[in-house]
């Protein structure tokens, strides 16, 4: 699977648009990109998820480059629950018998009243 | 939320002293994970299974095993446990590599002292 790249930390006012970037320049062409959240010491929580047409549901949209090397997702209007840690995991589907699953750093999001 | 339950929710063990985790779920899906997480690291793949008596190795494999003998049930087992081992361990599912998403469980601490 494709290595992922994120900042390791971003702020956001509260009631902005919290835009999270991630760079995927090795991905291949039938590796999906999801994005999960941790919130404190909870398990992490799925968000969205996109092979190469941006994405929206009820928690956030993600528009990933035509090239397909890059992605953000985005929260329309950060809250302060919105503070935690963002992951961004690129993982080839239907095509492997071993879903293996690997996490990076991810993005420290903190939310500012 | 998922059906996943994890247990204990809590251990305190003595080094070189065997320890099993247990991960269940009630949503029967094929995929099953181990993880652990520290600080500065992040989660890290412990071990995985695509079925039952389906599994293989992560990240950090080293000094744990797993077993999965039936659909439901996935278990993680330090043979001797060190003080290296102590973290939070969390467990995670997946229907299929088609849906995409992962569920987590709460999450296991385990000390070793």
């Known amino acids: 699977d494709a290595k992922t790249t994120q900042p390791p930390s971003m702020d956001c006012a509260e009631g902005r648009a919290a835009n999270l970037p991630c760079n995927h320049s090795?991905?291949?062409?039938?590796?999906?990109v999801y994005w999960y959240r941790q919130i404190h010491s909870q398990g992490p929580q799925y968000i969205i998820h996109g092979l190469k047409n941006n994405e929206t549901n009820e928690m956030a949209s993600l528009i990933i480059t035509e090239d397909r090397k890059s992605s953000t997702l985005i929260l329309p209007h950060a809250t302060l629950r919105d503070t935690a840690v963002y992951y961004c995991?690129?993982?080839?589907?239907?095509?492997?018998?071993?879903?293996?699953?690997?996490f990076g750093q991810g993005t420290t999001l903190q939310v500012k009243p | 939320d998922a059906g996943i339950t994890q247990s204990p929710r809590h251990k305190v063990t003595e080094t070189g002293t065997p320890v099993t985790l247990r991960c269940h779920q009630t949503?029967?899906?094929?995929?099953m994970y181990w993880y652990r997480q520290d600080p500065g690291h992040g989660l890290r793949l412990i071990h995985y299974s695509y079925g039952v008596k389906d599994t293989d190795k992560g990240e950090v494999s080293d000094g744990y095993s797993v077993s999965r003998s039936k659909t439901e049930d996935f278990l993680l087992t330090l043979e001797s446990a060190t003080s290296s081992q102590t973290s939070v361990y969390f467990c995670a599912i997946s229907e299929s590599l088609t849906r995409g998403s992962a569920f987590f469980g709460q999450g296991t601490r385990l000390t070793v002292v």
């Open positions: 090795t991905i291949s062409g039938n590796e999906y």
């Open positions: 995991i690129v993982r080839v589907d239907g095509s492997s018998n071993t879903g293996k699953l690997i």
């Open positions: 949503e029967n899906h094929r995929y």
